[in-house]
């Protein structure tokens, strides 16, 4: 088996970060963090999460994050499942933060999009039905 364990980020303002993912994330708690030296660069880091998956923060990012709406390469966006989008929307709103993409709803699943304050697409997901091929939509 293989699964996920984290993500690593690289992000310009710590605090920023934190209160949004926070927000998103209420139940997560910060793991530990430190100081490390990234090829001759000094930042301090942060691991957000719980005891089996977390975001690792790293600060110190400089430039800007890809254009979404184009093509470059690099990350589009990532995604996690949720019981509660509804939650997660409410409590990212009352941050001043809007979706980038409106919620949509069908039968089967719910999906939002947001940017956090660093330029990353975060969707959060919520399944209606446990059966794979109705949460899971194809042109195929």
Do not use: C
């Amino acid at each position: 088996m293989i699964r996920l364990e984290h993500l690593n980020l690289v992000v310009k303002d710590l605090n920023a970060t934190l209160k949004f993912y926070q927000a998103a994330f209420p139940h997560w708690k910060v793991r530990g963090g430190g100081k490390s030296n990234w090829y001759g660069h000094p930042r301090k880091w942060i691991h957000f999460g719980d005891d089996y998956n977390y975001l690792s923060f790293n600060d110190s990012g400089t430039d800007e994050n890809r254009k979404l709406k184009e093509y470059q390469i690099g990350l589009a966006h990532f995604a996690f499942v949720t019981t509660d989008i509804k939650g997660v929307i409410q409590r990212l709103q009352d941050i001043n933060i809007s979706p980038s993409v409106a919620y949509e709803k069908d039968e089967f699943r719910g999906s939002v999009y947001f940017v956090d304050p660093d330029g990353y697409e975060i969707e959060f997901v919520q399944y209606y039905s446990d059966q794979p091929q109705e949460r899971n939509r194809y042109d195929n």
